[in-house]
């Protein structure tokens, strides 16, 4: 069954659609199934990995109003092992349109479940706000990836995302947790950027993933040319960064998922004493 994680920041330029896309493109690399959602209006993510939005025939809009399967909408991108779930600014109107209907905050789950078995990693692009569509994200998700960059301005919506996080913990998805931290644009040489960076340490502690993406240039570039850094330039610092960050998260879910199944399995190991006794 894949991990499905949540990118998600509702501050906007902290580098979210950076990091799930990226991201994605790396585990791709290490040959492991992954599903990218662009669930953001802006389609960045879909633009990122070289889709022309407004010649898509289905978008993610598609799966979650009218419920259209998701293999009849996901795309192959041009990388191996990857594929996408693009959108358009069709999304825009999902917002409205799903008030109405209930259980609203449940329609990508739903959508996801049945393609679970397919994927070893679903990687979500949240919009850069806490409305619908990021409760939708966080409903289906297992875990919660921030992007934060290293400013005290950052810092302080960080405290609002927690706490939409645990209201979505008691509410909708029990399950649901903070799978990491990430810093990204830091300046070592800037002492703000330190700062911040043992700020959230000392408060988030072993949250804070190890790995911390660098302001770079060549990050910047790459979306124009519609392709991941390690296939615009492999051997920039960005390129090095997410595919540190990719291996940081294929550790930290396996792990994850290695303590859930420890919890479950006395659980069925009872079912199963029951059943003989």
């Not at 509410?171 to 800037?190: F, H, K, Q, S």
């Not at 700062?195 to 988030?204: D, I, N, S, T």
Request: proline share 5%; net charge negative; charged share 20%.
């Amino acid at each position: 069954m894949a991990y499905i994680l949540a990118v998600s920041n509702q501050k906007g330029g902290v580098g979210k659609t950076t990091t799930a896309v990226n991201l994605a493109a790396c585990l791709a690399a290490a040959e492991q199934r992954t599903l990218l959602v662009d669930l953001d209006p802006q389609g960045n993510a879909t633009s990122a990995l070289g889709i022309d939005k407004t010649a898509i025939q289905y978008s993610s809009y598609d799966v979650l109003v009218d419920q259209l399967p998701v293999e009849q909408v996901a795309i192959r991108s041009s990388i191996d092992y990857l594929d996408i779930l693009p959108t358009n600014t069709e999304l825009v109107g999902a917002e409205i349109q799903l008030v109405p209907i209930a259980s609203r905050e449940t329609r990508l789950k739903e959508a996801l479940q049945a393609i679970k078995d397919q994927y070893a990693y679903i990687i979500i692009d949240c919009p850069p706000s806490l409305g619908i569509l990021t409760l939708n994200a966080m409903t289906a998700s297992t875990g919660v990836l921030i992007p934060v960059q290293a400013e005290y301005l950052a810092m302080e919506g960080l405290a609002d995302l927690c706490n939409t996080i645990e209201l979505v913990q008691q509410r909708l998805n029990p399950e649901l947790y903070i799978a990491g931290i990430v810093l990204t644009m830091l300046d070592p040489r800037n002492n703000l950027s330190r700062q911040v960076a043992e700020e959230l340490k000392g408060h988030f502690k072993e949250t804070v993933c190890q790995t911390m993406v660098p302001r770079n240039v060549r990050l910047s570039e790459a979306p124009s040319h519609g392709l991941p850094i390690i296939l615009y330039d492999i051997k920039s610092k960005g390129a090095m960064s997410y595919l540190e960050l990719a291996q940081e998260v294929l550790e930290r879910t396996q792990q994850q998922v290695q303590e859930l199944q420890e919890l479950v399995e006395p659980l069925g190991q009872e079912g199963v004493n029951d059943a003989t006794a």
